[in-house]
């Protein structure tokens, strides 16, 4: 298993098993989000499985698939609603990971300095360089203080 921290409360990890269920909440994690569409793994790891293995392990788990076409403004928003709602540390996962951070990033710009974003994206081993333009872009959208 490759959780890797984000922030204090999120973490984002490539494709995890049922099995790691145990392990995640003997960890403290809290919540377990899925950010991985069915139709990447195979029946083993779809999302009714991971629930119930989930759920088995005293977690909650939430289903919120994401693709490069599935990442508009609402879906981010939910997404980054399933983190921030938690009373502990969250987990998301995808194929690497990187698409669980991207959309963790993409949230976060509303609220988080860009460069902030990129070196906490960097130290879980995530580069989003090439969104960093888009970041900056969020960022000159936030509402002034």
């Known amino acids: ?11 984002a990890a490539p494709q995890l098993s049922p099995d790691d269920m145990t392990a995640l909440s ?6 377990v ?3 991985r569409p069915n139709a990447e793994v195979p029946p083993s790891h779809h999302c009714d499985e991971m ?14 698939p ?6 508009t403004p609402d879906v981010i928003a939910t997404n ?16 690497s990971g990187t698409r669980s951070t991207i ?11 860009v460069e902030d974003i990129m070196n906490a994206a960097r130290s879980g081993g ?15 959208q936030k509402p002034s203080s």
Do not use: S
């Open 126 to 140: 995530y580069d989003l360089q090439n969104i960093h333009p888009t970041l900056c872009a969020i960022a000159d």
């Open 33 to 35: 989000v899925c950010n």
């Open 80 to 95: 980054a609603a399933l983190i921030q709602d938690c009373t502990g540390p969250v987990v998301a996962y995808c194929a």
């Open 1 to 11: 298993m490759d959780i890797r921290q984000i922030t204090a409360d999120f973490f």
């Open 103 to 113: 959309a963790w990033a993409l949230a976060a710009a509303q609220f988080m300095p």
């Open 26 to 31: 003997e960890a403290g994690f809290k919540r």
């Open 51 to 64: 629930q119930k293995a989930a759920e088995a392990a005293g977690l909650e788990f939430a289903v919120q």
């Open 66 to 71: 994401l693709t490069h076409q599935t990442m």
